[in-house]
């Protein structure tokens, strides 16, 4: 009998995998794909094509955050910056798995508002 973890686990992968299958990062039009672990929230724009990460932020180097949340909002106004310098203006989300409430919702929101398009 699985453990309430190890089903919290496979619900995620099965989510995750759908979520995949729909979702493709291009030079273009790059994927933002999102992992939280309970302390931290990472976020990179990643190529699929050539299987390269163009730009990549987290939680741990945002100053001045209030909140595991605010830090994500910054976090997300963070990547909509360096993807700017990159050159790029739109992306395509990969929530990973995750439903879309608190620190993936406060990142999404932080890059739009940054200017990313997606």
């Known amino acids: ?13 099965r989510r995750r995998a759908r979520v995949r299958r729909r979702i493709f990062g291009t030079p273009e039009r790059p994927r933002i794909s999102v992992f939280r672990s309970n302390r931290y929230t990472y976020a990179q724009l990643i190529d699929d094509i050539a299987g390269h990460t163009l730009a990549a932020v987290d939680t741990r180097r945002v100053a001045g955050a209030e909140s ?35 620190r993936v919702r406060a990142l999404a929101e932080g890059a739009r508002s940054g200017g990313l398009k997606f």
């Open 68 to 102: 595991p949340t605010d830090a994500a909002y910054k976090a997300g106004e963070l990547l909509a910056k360096k993807a700017a310098e990159v050159g790029i203006e739109r992306a395509v989300f990969d929530r990973g798995g995750y439903k879309y409430h608190g």
């Open 1 to 13: 009998m699985p453990t309430a973890v190890e089903k919290k686990r496979a619900h995620r992968a």
